[in-house]
């Protein structure tokens, strides 16, 4: 490569490369994975070293993080906020400490913490009072993110001593469960999902509204005493119990190792262990804890001299994809997935990975026979990250997505615009309703116990079940004729599937798996409509008029009542007792029980929602849109066209048992009861 080329390609991947920084550090969303960003950086930065004269003052190797948003107001730290030099491994680690211990010329002890992937903030106190908190930024400035760090529960207000100033440091992060539950609401609503906590902590902290950080589940962990007036503090340890006192949230599996040979076991033990945390650790970090030591060994201009972070080994592997098979899905979407030559990886044998889908395989050029390298991060199904051509012997095939469902035969579809390709099946495909009765006995659905995906494939292969409502009218002789099936697990299953009735309605409405609509829509239109057959009569109109539930939910929350195999469904589930309702269960006479009603028109002598309470109490539904299900259209002052919608169906005999009352019919009805 000459020169010419070489400045094309150095400003290229400058170009390149700020483009992302800008849809990482700016907009949180990342388009590209940590590993293929930092391979850029890194061809940048050989280029640069190789040609030193293309160095520009403003290109990305020559700045550390990311620009503050402008939005927010800055803070420029009293002190630069360092970052840490890595280890990457058990050499590196003793590498370290005989620097440290040469520079010392004494023995040193070390505080080890797990190393929190969240983002660095700074937060001063003063007189004991939470005054500021900041971003690290880029070391010098940082962003002021007071008012949403104020939203984070664990960031005290008030100090629980009025020290007259405290600075410390920590890290904001989400804990996987949040990551979770916010990508699926972002899912429900069609918004793009977080790639990792780390990214869905950083976008919701940089929030210029702090009321949608406060919705956010963030949490604060503090490891470090900038500084602090009013205290003594001899030693890291001191510090962070310092931290403990006065109310902060310090990670507790921290350990105070007397040589490095501890630290070296300690660190070891949590390369196991990682998976155990609620929140996403990549390493330890390593402190000397005595502060005068720290102090005599100061630092260099990015990092101290007296710490190191010890990353944990990468999580990938390079293996041969020896065949590729399509999962059907729940909702009939086919998941082409890799079937690996058996390889380690993070503490465990893997043998199977996800290719999401039919373009990635196409984009990543993944051919049958290919070595891979594969990567787990946190606790998903591992991935393949990338094809190495270089090892390509001729004999790799490609792959391509079947024509028909490779489980029950039916075309599959790709519409316009999507990525999945679908099973057309719907219910005659057995990949689906497996799918559908695995989701509808899962933990945050009907949460029945001892009902796995195997004994769901057992009770269908054995024809006892044909759909989720059949699970409860099993009996025991059905199951304990079942293979691996004793008495007792019969009947613990029996009791299971029983005590499985008295679940709310959310669970019940989140386990009928309708597309889009996660534990969360489901809690919302249960608290909302309060009974299923309330839900069930809810027009598109009525549903969008739920908060958080969007056209998308709506139309498929429509598009599930419709289909009669769903409604008979229910029915079953209904039948068998299944809790059908949320809040307060009228527990009076139910004269009205079965009643359709629909409210058109203002009424005169009570709200409408009183007007459908008693209704209710007396065990009728109120419905928001006419259909020949209807009994009674109740018709106020000025109706609108659902009076004209009953008319028509009374005229041309659609409807038989539909009648139309006034106000003050409704009023001698509910009052006879
Ligand atoms: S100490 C000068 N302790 O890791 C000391 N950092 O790569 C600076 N981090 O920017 C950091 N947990 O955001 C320290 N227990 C811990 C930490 C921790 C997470 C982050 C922090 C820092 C980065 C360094």
């Known amino acids: 490569?000459?020169?010419?080329?070489?400045?094309?390609?150095?400003?290229?991947?400058?170009?390149?490369?700020?483009?992302?920084?800008?849809?990482?550090?700016?907009?949180?969303?990342?388009?590209?994975?940590?590993?293929?960003?930092?391979?850029?950086?890194?061809?940048?930065?050989?280029?640069?070293d190789r040609f030193p004269e293309l160095v520009t003052p403003d290109s990305p190797t020559q700045r550390v993080g990311g620009k503050p948003l402008e939005a927010f107001g800055t803070v420029r730290h009293r002190a630069p906020l360092l970052s840490l030099d890595n280890a990457f491994g058990d050499g590196d680690l003793r590498d370290f400490a005989r620097r440290v211990e040469s520079a010392l010329g004494q023995p040193v002890a070390y505080m080890v913490e797990?190393?929190?992937?969240?983002?660095?903030?700074?937060?001063?106190?003063?007189?004991?009072?939470?005054?500021?908190?900041?971003?690290?930024?880029?070391?010098?400035?940082?962003e002021d993110v007071t008012q949403n760090l104020k939203t984070v529960p664990t960031v005290p207000l008030r100090l629980r001593e009025p020290l007259p100033r405290l600075e410390v440091r920590g890290e904001a992060y989400m804990s996987k469960e949040a990551f979770r539950r916010l990508n699926e609401i972002r899912e429900e609503r069609g918004e793009a999902l977080f790639a990792n906590p780390r990214n869905a902590a950083a976008g919701s902290l940089r929030q210029l509204d702090p009321r949608v950080t406060a919705s956010r589940s963030l949490s604060v962990l503090v490891y470090e005493v900038l500084s602090v007036e009013g205290k003594e503090v001899a030693s890291h340890a001191q510090?962070?119990?310092?931290?403990?006192?006065?109310?902060?949230?310090?990670?507790?599996?921290?350990?105070?190792?007397?040589d490095i040979e501890e630290v070296v076991a300690f660190c070891r033990e949590w390369t196991e262990r990682r998976d155990e945390l609620p929140y996403e650790i990549d390493g330890m970090v390593v402190k000397v804890n005595d502060l005068r030591q720290q102090a005599e060994l100061g630092a260099r201009s990015k990092s101290p001299r007296w710490a190191i972070?010890?990353?944990?080994?990468?999580?990938?592997?390079?293996?041969?994809?020896?065949?590729?098979?399509?999962?059907?899905?729940?909702?009939?979407?086919?998941?082409p997935n890799a079937v690996l030559r058996p390889v380690r990886l993070a503490g465990t044998t893997v043998s199977r990975a996800t290719l999401h889908n039919e373009d990635i395989i196409r984009e990543k050029d993944v051919r049958i026979g290919d070595t891979v390298v594969v990567q787990k991060a946190g606790e998903i199904i591992p991935e393949v990250v990338e094809v190495l051509k270089e090892r390509?012997?001729?004999?790799?095939?490609?792959?391509?997505?079947?024509?028909?469902?490779?489980?029950?035969?039916?075309?599959?579809?790709?519409?316009?615009?999507?990525?999945?390709?679908?099973?057309?099946?719907?219910?005659?495909?057995?990949?689906q309703v497996r799918e559908a009765i695995i989701h509808f006995v899962s933990r945050d659905a009907m949460n029945i116990e001892g009902l796995g995906p195997a004994v769901v494939a057992q009770l269908l292969d054995a024809g006892l079940i044909h759909d989720a409502a059949d699970l409860y009218y099993l009996r025991y002789d059905d199951l304990v004729k079942l293979e691996r099936m004793g008495a007792q697990s019969s009947r613990n299953l029996l009791d299971a599937i029983e005590a499985s009735k008295q679940n709310s309605l959310a669970q019940l409405i989140f386990a009928l798996g309708i597309r889009h609509v996660g534990s969360r829509a489901a809690r919302v239109v249960a608290d909302h409509f309060h009974t299923m057959g309330r839900l069930q009569e809810a027009d598109f109109d009525e549903l969008v008029t739920v908060p958080d539930i969007g056209p998308k939910i709506a139309e498929s929350i429509r598009s599930f009542f419709k289909e009669e195999h769903n409604r008979?469904?229910?029915?079953?589930?209904?039948?068998?007792?299944?809790?059908?309702?949320?809040?307060?269960?009228?527990?009076g006479a139910q004269p009205m029980a079965g009643?359709?009603?629909?409210?058109?028109?203002?009424?005169?002598?009570?709200?409408?929602?009183?007007?459908?309470?008693?209704?209710?109490?007396?065990?009728g539904q109120v419905a928001g849109s006419v259909s020949k299900q209807t009994d009674y259209v109740v018709v106020g002052a000025n109706p609108g066209s659902k009076y004209d919608k009953a008319r028509a169906l009374i005229e041309s005999n659609a409807a038989p048992g539909l009648s139309i009352l006034t106000e003050e019919e409704l009023m001698a009805m509910l009052e006879k009861y």
């Open 568 to 587: 008979q469904v229910l029915d079953k589930l209904a039948a068998a007792g299944v809790n059908m309702t949320a809040g307060e269960v009228p527990t």
């Open 309 to 335: 972070a010890y990353k944990f080994p990468a999580q990938q592997a390079v293996t041969v994809l020896e065949d590729i098979f399509v999962r059907v899905g729940r909702t009939g979407v086919l998941t």
């Open 595 to 619: 009643k359709r009603f629909v409210l058109t028109g203002t009424l005169e002598g009570m709200t409408r929602q009183e007007a459908q309470s008693r209704i209710e109490a007396l065990g």
């Open 114 to 142: 797990p190393k929190i992937d969240g983002l660095s903030v700074a937060l001063t106190y003063e007189n004991g009072l939470f005054a500021t908190g900041a971003t690290r930024g880029d070391g010098e400035t940082g």
């Open 239 to 258: 510090a962070l119990n310092l931290l403990v006192e006065q109310g902060f949230a310090v990670e507790p599996n921290r350990r105070l190792c007397r």
């Open 1 to 48: 490569m000459d020169i010419i080329q070489a400045r094309e390609r150095a400003e290229e991947l400058r170009r390149i490369i700020e483009e992302h920084n800008y849809h990482y550090y700016v907009l949180d969303q990342p388009m590209i994975t940590d590993q293929e960003y930092d391979a850029l950086m890194q061809e940048l930065i050989l280029l640069e």
């Open 392 to 431: 390509r012997t001729g004999g790799e095939r490609p792959f391509k997505m079947p024509e028909t469902c490779p489980e029950c035969g039916s075309a599959v579809a790709r519409p316009e615009g999507e990525a999945a390709s679908r099973c057309t099946g719907g219910l005659v495909c057995p990949a």
